[in-house]
């Protein structure tokens, strides 16, 4: 989320039926049902304005919907997360940046695009609750840059996902391609971005990591999630290893 204002408001406007918002949303029940919410759903607690936070805000969503007789009441509740970040803010500048490169239709490189703005999001909208508050607002932007750029070796990269062969199925070649990215990402831009900017503490390390596996997760099911992020945390953990190496000892 980005606004201009730190208050904000934890509802839509304009507010009615006595102070509550409505907001939409689409529900599935176990039984196949789908009810579209256009003016069900209420936010509750926050029916006052509220401020928003630098960084990570949560908010609970809670609604129902009554069916006739003899279905029950139907009721759904979800945690959601605003992010505020300020106007100009030069790491979220790379999340923009990120959602201009065009995403056609089977192109294999999809894949890692969405994860890039994904976990850059993430980092860049909670680092008001890291140890360090400061660190991933140089290392993001080192990071994502040369992908921006395609300086390196990235026309390289990207030209072998776009040579493979035919032959193998959509989703083999998107995943490989992915694999590819990733890796290269790791190994060059992040290693670079670490070595220049600082590895960081343990806990942020730590942190930063739960972001991965969760946009990760967001894009695959159980199982390539499970491969995928034992592959990244291995390759994470070795480059910031020989960051550490290279900073000068205390």
């Not at 408001?9 to 409505?22: C, D, E, L, V, Y």
């Not at 894949?111 to 607002?137: D, E, H």
């Not at 992915?178 to 992040?190: F, G, N, S, T, V």
């Amino acid at each position: 989320m980005r606004t201009n204002a730190v208050n904000g408001t934890a509802s839509s406007r304009p507010n009615i039926r006595g102070g509550w918002a409505m907001v939409g949303m689409i529900y599935d029940d176990e039984f196949g049902f789908s009810w579209e919410f256009s003016d069900e759903m209420e936010y509750f607690h926050f029916a006052a304005p509220e401020t928003l936070h630098e960084g990570r805000n949560k908010y609970e969503l809670i609604g129902w919907l009554q069916r006739q007789w003899p279905l029950p009441e139907c009721e759904a509740s979800d945690i959601v997360r605003l992010f505020y970040v300020k106007p100009g803010d030069q790491c979220y500048a790379m999340v923009e940046e990120l959602d201009k490169i065009p995403k056609p239709p089977n192109d294999p490189t999809n894949g890692f695009v969405t994860n890039q703005r994904c976990i850059a999001k993430y980092s860049c909208g909670n680092r008001p609750q890291m140890q360090n508050t400061t660190w991933l607002t140089k290392v993001v932007p080192a990071f994502v840059q040369p992908f921006l750029d395609k300086s390196g070796s990235w026309n390289e990269v990207m030209q072998a996902c776009a040579s493979q062969s035919k032959f193998l199925p959509a989703y083999v070649r998107d995943k490989r391609c992915e694999d590819k990215m990733a890796k290269y990402h790791i190994q060059q831009d992040l290693q670079k971005s670490l070595n220049e900017n600082g590895c960081g503490t343990e806990a942020d390390w730590d942190e930063v990591g739960t972001y991965i596996h969760e946009c990760v997760a967001e894009q695959n099911s159980f199982i390539p999630t499970l491969v995928a992020n034992g592959i990244i945390v291995k390759k994470r953990n070795e480059i910031r290893k020989m960051c550490q190496a290279s900073r000068p000892k205390s």
